[in-house]
């Protein structure tokens, strides 16, 4: 990337050419870019690459979350688990776990919790919508 030239300058701003913003935004890009395969190797060398690729999706349960599908029943599935199996690991009955990932209820926080845990997730890869970073 070339030096960074503004066009003008005051106390609050910073006018950039369209060209240098442009190139601010793909260097931001690649350095988010390197620092999550950073991290990603990081979690190889700690768990072990057969522990760490357990928890990536492949593509066709990719493609499902991206078709709106229930997050909690794509991990599910993925985590080889039933739907009753799930439902006793957190302690919830299983017509509540049905409610949540056919969209007929939102789950409580505490039920997004316990699910969560039992499936060896952060909350925030069950919530629908949620962007997907990969592995």
């Known amino acids: 990337?070339?030096?960074?030239?503004?066009?003008?300058?005051?106390?609050?701003t910073v006018t950039l050419s369209?060209?240098?913003?442009?190139?601010?935004?793909?260097?931001?890009?690649?350095a988010q870019d390197a620092a999550a395969f950073r991290a990603f190797e990081a979690r190889i060398a700690a768990k072990g690459k057969?522990?760490?690729?357990?928890?990536?999706?492949?593509?066709?349960?990719?493609?499902?979350?991206?078709a709106g599908e229930s997050p909690v029943r794509v991990w599910r599935t993925h985590?080889?688990?039933?739907?009753?199996?799930?439902?006793?690991?957190a302690s919830m009955p299983a017509s509540c776990l049905s409610a949540i990932e056919?969209?007929?209820?939102?789950?409580?926080?505490?039920?997004?919790?316990?699910?969560?845990?039992?499936?060896?997730l952060r909350v925030e890869d069950l919530v629908a919508g949620d962007e997907t970073t990969g592995c």
Request: aromatic residues 2%; hydrophobic residues 50%.
């Open 18 to 30: 369209r060209a240098d913003f442009e190139a601010l935004l793909d260097a931001l890009e690649d």
């Open 79 to 89: 985590r080889g688990l039933t739907l009753p199996d799930l439902a006793a690991r």
């Open 50 to 66: 057969e522990a760490v690729l357990a928890d990536c999706l492949p593509i066709d349960l990719v493609d499902r979350l991206l």
């Open 102 to 120: 056919t969209g007929q209820q939102p789950g409580s926080l505490a039920a997004m919790l316990r699910l969560a845990r039992v499936l060896d």
């Open 1 to 12: 990337m070339n030096a960074i030239k503004p066009l003008a300058e005051t106390p609050e």
